[in-house]
């Protein structure tokens, strides 16, 4: 898979083969472009490198910061100012934007720091980045889990420069800047320097080598150099007063002449940083290729824990990179938590669990469960540590907790993993901080009155006791595990049994149709709320599009009436977005599998593609990208019940590393299709699960648990031209299902 990889689709504006059919009439409210970045990034690691533009919003690329429709442009030209560290992948509007320590190689004066110049010849695989400057240097980045190496060629010039900039940090839009609270900057001497900028609260230290025989070390700051000097300090900055500052390296270069700087990081003082740094980079005077070569073998092995076989060459690519996607955030920085001293796992970029926790956490937990275990224990010290489960978390003092975008939603990715049992951690302490938020924010109202506006908190709410009681009877807290069952039944608070849709309310980036197709976990009584199967199933067609007119897509941007007009179509949102990601598969609850099969077919046909504008919308730290990767394979997480749902698969075959060894789905009667195809309503149709079996047995249902999957096995998936009647009456279970409610409680 490793060299299917293209680091460049996402980022920019989207440009997909004009959808035809069902996926023509989806709308797409947010912004149409990916925002990934091409840099340097080490699968699941603490650091990333990439050119810095000042672009939104990591920082890489051309944009202005956009919020729905086509991006602008705020240059004109790809660009670089220098190379910055810690980006954002994928994610919209997050406040703050990460780009900390800018090392920038110069043939000009230190007067020219912070003009950029153009980019040209990029190349870019996973763990590795390089471009060349118009002023002649070639640049080449790539990291390991805690250390980036920098090398520079440069061309002859009597005084080249490596300039670090510490005051760097954020965007160049307007509000996006990142001025550090308090820093220090001092050279050692013999190729050595170091810093601490405090970012947001959080103290982000770097020690920097260069072997270069003949070149000088100094500090500078306002663009000065400071003969002689070996520290300075700032003990508070503020926005207005501050001048930029760093260390420097400088000395003549001949013609071609290679330039190698190695930077490690820590969150715990310059001395940790030197560790990180020497640990990973050795003592060689160059460890360029030491430190490529250990990250390319990491997204090797990352990358191989999932394997397809046949499918178009472009259809190979995209699946490559959105595993890859998948695997870049969250970070983790092992031991190097700010925030309480002892060892341990400390994770970051969590941006945001309402974005995740459908897809990509699932995938973490088939394909990298020490790391899907890691991220529990972190979250868990975090709510210890802060007062609550964060719905977003990053590398930020106060963090940003997202609570507009969803309530208690780590409840659900916790219940999973008890209920696989392969997770470590010690449950009772668990079940002490799920228990504790659910009482916070919302969730008192929720205690109190049953159910809270925006009203898709009610559904958030009731889902996570639920998800919590399941844990609490497995821990044999009958008592606590009754009260909350009952109180997971108040999601029907939320609906309006006149039209079998949410009551009206407030809703984040959506409307009440969005949110009106997730899957409960009793889907069984929501569907009987709204009129039975044939009321229900109406209703999704309607909300798909079945037989309505194409859409157009919001322009630049777009203005205030256009957008009500989208929203009031009362359309999916085309994975354009996250509320309604889930919601093609809500079909199967009512017995008709086949129209997921049409709905997922359109979407990884017309909504996928090759080339920088190849998503349709924001990756959002690999949510999206997760999401393709679940539906090429033909299944479908349903987060906190620790079961998936079984659809037709994109490929021919396909395999999945997990704990008990291979998973594997093999289908008959498949047919590759490429994206964008010419067909049938402008795209080739889709295809139909006849019969599945698992492990040589049939499979009427159209659901397999979690446990079938991380144990390994064999799943078989007979396909063909037309809808057959495969799962027409057995349905996935839902909690009032008197058979299920036993088997819960066993």
């Known amino acids: 898979m490793f060299d299917d990889v293209d680091p460049f689709i996402g980022t920019a504006a989207t440009d997909l083969p004009k959808a035809h059919g069902l996926a023509a009439s989806w709308w797409w409210p947010k912004p149409q472009v990916g925002n990934t970045h091409p840099g340097a990034t080490s699968p699941l690691g603490m650091v990333s490198a990439c050119a810095y533009s000042g672009a939104y919003p990591t920082g890489?690329?051309?944009?202005?910061?956009?919020?729905?429709?086509?991006?602008?442009?705020?240059?004109?030209?790809?660009?670089?100012?220098?190379?910055?560290?810690?980006?954002?992948?994928?994610?919209?509007?997050?406040?703050?934007?990460?780009?900390?320590?800018?090392?920038?190689?110069?043939?000009?004066?230190?007067?020219?720091?912070?003009?950029?110049?153009?980019?040209?010849?990029?190349?870019?695989?996973?763990?590795?980045?390089?471009?060349?400057?118009?002023?002649?240097?070639?640049?080449?980045?790539?990291?390991?889990?805690?250390?980036?190496?920098?090398?520079?060629?440069?061309?002859?010039?009597?005084?080249?420069?490596?300039?670090?900039?510490?005051?760097?940090?954020?965007?160049?839009?307007?509000?996006?800047?990142?001025?550090?609270?308090?820093?220090?900057?001092?050279?050692?001497?013999?190729?050595?320097?170091?810093?601490?900028?405090?970012?947001e609260g959080v103290p982000l230290s770097v020690h920097a080598e260069v072997e270069s025989p003949g070149w000088r070390q100094m500090l500078w700051y306002d663009r000065r150099l400071i003969d002689g000097g070996t520290r300075l300090d700032f003990d508070s900055i503020r926005h207005t007063t501050m001048r930029p500052f760093g260390m420097l390296f400088m000395g003549p270069t001949r013609a071609g002449q290679t330039v190698e700087i190695r930077l490690g990081f820590s969150l715990r003082g310059c001395e940790q940083a030197a560790r990180n740094l020497h640990k990973e980079c050795g003592e060689e005077e160059e460890a360029f290729d030491t430190v490529r070569e250990a990250t390319r073998d990491r997204w090797r092995e990352h990358l191989g824990r999932v394997w397809v076989d046949g499918g178009t060459p472009a259809r190979r690519q995209v699946f490559a990179t959105a595993l890859y996607h998948s695997l870049i955030k969250p970070c983790f920085a092992d031991d190097e938590s700010p925030f309480w001293p002892n060892s341990g796992p400390f994770a970051f970029d969590v941006c945001t669990m309402w974005d995740i926790y459908k897809t990509q956490l699932p995938l973490l937990a088939a394909i990298a469960p020490d790391?899907?275990?890691?991220?529990?224990?972190?979250?868990?010290?975090?709510?210890?540590?802060?007062?609550?489960?964060?719905?977003?978390?990053?590398?930020?003092?106060?963090?940003?907790?997202?609570?507009?975008?969803?309530?208690?939603?780590?409840?659900?990715?916790?219940?999973?993993?008890?209920?696989?049992?392969?997770?470590?951690?010690?449950?009772?302490?668990?079940?002490?901080?799920?228990?504790?938020?659910?009482?916070?924010?919302?969730?008192?109202?929720?205690?109190?009155?049953?159910?809270?506006?925006?009203?898709?908190?009610?559904?958030?709410?009731?889902?996570?006791?639920?998800?919590?009681?399941?844990?609490?009877?497995?821990?044999?807290?009958?008592?606590?595990?009754?009260?909350?069952?009952?109180?997971?039944?108040h999601w029907i608070n939320a609906f309006d049994p006149v039209t079998g849709l949410l009551r009206d309310s407030e809703f984040y980036e959506g409307g009440k149709w969005n949110y009106s197709f997730r899957l409960l976990h009793d889907m069984a009584a929501?569907?009987?709320?709204?009129?039975?199967?044939?009321?229900?199933?109406?209703?999704?067609?309607?909300?798909?599009?079945?037989?309505?007119?194409?859409?157009?897509?919001?322009?630049?941007?777009?203005?205030?009436?256009?957008?009500?007009?989208?929203?009031?179509l009362n359309r999916f949102e085309g994975l354009n977005n996250e509320p309604d990601m889930e919601a093609p598969w809500a079909y199967h609850y009512a017995g008709r599998p086949d129209r997921t099969a049409e709905i997922v077919h359109a979407a990884l046909t017309w909504q996928f593609g090759t080339g920088p504008g190849g998503l349709p919308g924001n990756d959002d730290s690999g949510g999206l990208s997760s999401w393709y990767i679940w539906a090429s394979l033909g299944l479908f997480p349903i987060a906190g019940q620790s079961l998936f749902l079984v659809n037709a698969p994109a490929f021919e075959?396909?395999?999945?590393?997990?704990?008990?060894g291979e998973f594997i789905v093999e289908t008959s009667g498949h047919r590759s299709t490429p994206i964008g195809a010419d067909g049938i309503d402008g795209a080739a149709p889709p295809q139909y699960v006849q019969s599945v079996s698992l492990n040589g047995k049939p499979l009427d249902a159209t659901h397999i648990s979690a446990a079938e999957i991380h144990r390994g096995g064999r799943l078989h998936v007979r396909l063909g031209p037309e809808p057959s009647g495969w799962g027409r009456t057995h349905r996935p279970p839902s909690a009032s299902d008197q058979a299920f409610a036993a088997k819960e409680t066993r």
């Not at 560290?85 to 990460?98: D, E, L, N, V, W």
């Not at 609570?403 to 002490?432: C, E, I």
């Not at 929501?526 to 044939?534: C, E, S």
Request: negative net charge; glycine residues 10%.
């Open 60 to 199: 890489y690329g051309r944009y202005k910061k956009n919020t729905e429709g086509v991006p602008e442009l705020l240059f004109d030209r790809l660009q670089a100012s220098g190379f910055t560290h810690f980006q954002q992948s994928g994610t919209g509007a997050i406040r703050k934007y990460y780009n900390y320590v800018r090392v920038t190689p110069m043939v000009q004066q230190l007067d020219a720091l912070g003009e950029s110049w153009p980019l040209r010849d990029e190349v870019a695989e996973p763990g590795y980045y390089a471009a060349t400057l118009d002023t002649g240097v070639r640049c080449e980045i790539t990291v390991g889990e805690k250390v980036a190496v920098h090398r520079y060629t440069f061309p002859a010039s009597s005084s080249a420069r490596i300039v670090i900039d510490l005051s760097c940090g954020g965007l160049a839009i307007e509000l996006g800047r990142t001025v550090p609270l308090r820093a220090h900057a001092e050279s050692l001497g013999h190729g050595k320097v170091q810093g601490t900028v405090v970012m």
């Open 371 to 489: 790391r899907a275990s890691d991220l529990l224990e972190s979250l868990i010290r975090v709510c210890e540590e802060e007062g609550n489960f964060p719905i977003g978390y990053r590398m930020a003092r106060g963090a940003d907790r997202f609570f507009r975008q969803a309530s208690t939603l780590a409840h659900t990715v916790l219940a999973d993993a008890h209920a696989l049992g392969r997770t470590p951690l010690d449950w009772n302490w668990a079940l002490v901080h799920m228990v504790d938020d659910l009482r916070r924010m919302y969730g008192e109202d929720f205690f109190e009155h049953g159910i809270v506006h925006p009203i898709s908190h009610t559904l958030d709410l009731a889902y996570a006791h639920h998800c919590t009681a399941k844990v609490a009877r497995a821990l044999n807290d009958v008592h606590l595990a009754e009260d909350l069952e009952r109180r997971s039944r």
């Open 526 to 568: 929501r569907i009987a709320l709204g009129g039975g199967d044939a009321e229900f199933i109406e209703n999704l067609d309607k909300f798909f599009g079945f037989g309505a007119p194409p859409v157009t897509q919001p322009g630049r941007r777009p203005q205030p009436a256009e957008m009500l007009a989208g929203y009031a």
């Open 653 to 660: 075959r396909a395999a999945v590393q997990v704990d008990g």
